[in-house]
């Protein structure tokens, strides 16, 4: 039978290597952009503001890993950069606000400076207002109701939006679900978590998957998991 000949690697003409993403099912002659962060899910009063606490604790700020963040928001060209903080944001439901407040207090006591951010006042959407309160503080802790509130205003009166986040942190996270339409308030919620610029994103959930596997689709945006955040237009919604 005839015997196929393959020239010498020398003469073989040059190719950039290619990386398989088994997730898209797809080749990609770019490498994929690095995740730090993830989904911590696991059931209720098993310890996740607990681990969160100790994973804030252990991770400090690094000026020069936020300096390299992965999901710098940028807002439009007349826009000033994000400010770095060494903060970590930690949004959560109405409910769970105090909640928070207590735990970090009994796990942690005072090692962690705490800042709550209502975002309902009118004074926190003013476009010189002090940022020091973000600066100085190790954790941030504002609602979703907050950010939904503050969406409809552009950002020199969002002042979650003025800061590079050293962590973002979404508790409860299956209130992010996958965009639906602009008349939903929910999804107004998912594009404001989205446009938090940040170093690392977290995800925590107890039941981070609803009715269907698509509910997924808006965390894994927050989180910037390719193939699934390249392919969601933001304008869209």
């Given at each position: 039978?005839?015997?196929?000949?393959?020239?010498?690697?020398?003469?073989?003409?040059?190719s950039?290597?290619?990386?398989?993403?088994?997730m898209?099912?797809?080749?990609?002659a770019?490498?994929?952009?690095?995740?730090?962060?993830?989904?911590?899910?696991?059931?209720?009063?098993?310890?996740?503001t607990?681990?969160m606490?100790?994973?804030?604790?252990?991770?400090?700020?690094s000026?020069?890993?936020?300096?390299?963040?992965r999901?710098?928001?940028?807002?439009?060209?007349?826009?000033?950069s994000?400010?770095?903080?060494?903060?970590?944001?930690?949004?959560v439901?109405?409910?769970?606000?105090?909640?928070?407040?207590?735990?970090?207090s009994?796990?942690?006591?005072?090692?962690?400076?705490?800042?709550v951010?209502?975002?309902?006042?009118a004074?926190?959407?003013r476009?010189?207002?002090?940022?020091?309160?973000?600066?100085?503080?190790?954790?941030?802790?504002?609602?979703?109701e907050?950010?939904?509130?503050e969406?409809?205003?552009?950002?020199?009166?969002?002042?979650?939006?003025?800061?590079?986040?050293?962590?973002?942190?979404?508790?409860?996270?299956?209130?992010?679900?996958?965009?639906a339409g602009a008349?939903?308030?929910?999804?107004?919620?998912?594009k404001?978590c989205?446009?938090?610029?940040?170093?690392?994103?977290?995800?925590m959930?107890?039941?981070?998957?609803?009715?269907?596997?698509?509910?997924?689709?808006?965390?894994?945006?927050?989180?910037?998991?390719e193939?699934?955040?390249?392919?969601?237009?933001?304008?869209?919604?």
């Open positions: 039978s005839p015997r196929i000949a393959f020239p010498p690697p020398s003469h073989r003409p040059h950039p290597p290619y990386r398989y993403n088994p898209a099912g797809e080749l990609r770019e490498p994929l952009p690095m995740v730090t962060g993830g989904f911590l899910c696991e059931e209720m009063g098993l310890g996740k607990v681990e606490c100790s994973l804030i604790l252990a991770n400090p700020y000026a020069a890993a936020s300096a390299s963040g999901a710098v928001v940028s807002h439009g060209a007349n826009g000033p994000p400010q770095a903080t060494r903060a970590s944001l930690v949004v439901p109405v409910v769970l606000l105090e909640q928070w407040k207590s735990e970090i009994k796990c942690v006591g005072d090692q962690l400076t705490v800042h951010h209502h975002g309902h006042d004074t926190e959407r476009p010189n207002r002090d940022l020091s309160c973000f600066i100085e503080a190790d954790v941030v802790l504002t609602t979703y907050a950010l939904r509130m969406a409809p205003y552009p950002w020199v009166h969002r002042a979650l939006l003025k800061m590079h986040w050293w962590r973002v942190v979404l508790d409860e996270s299956q209130r992010v679900p996958r965009p008349a939903s308030a929910m999804t107004a919620i998912a404001a989205s446009e938090l610029s940040r170093t690392h994103s977290w995800c959930s107890g039941t981070p998957v609803g009715s269907v596997v698509d509910d997924l689709l808006g965390q894994l945006i927050f989180l910037g998991v193939p699934y955040c390249s392919r969601w237009d933001p304008s869209g919604i």
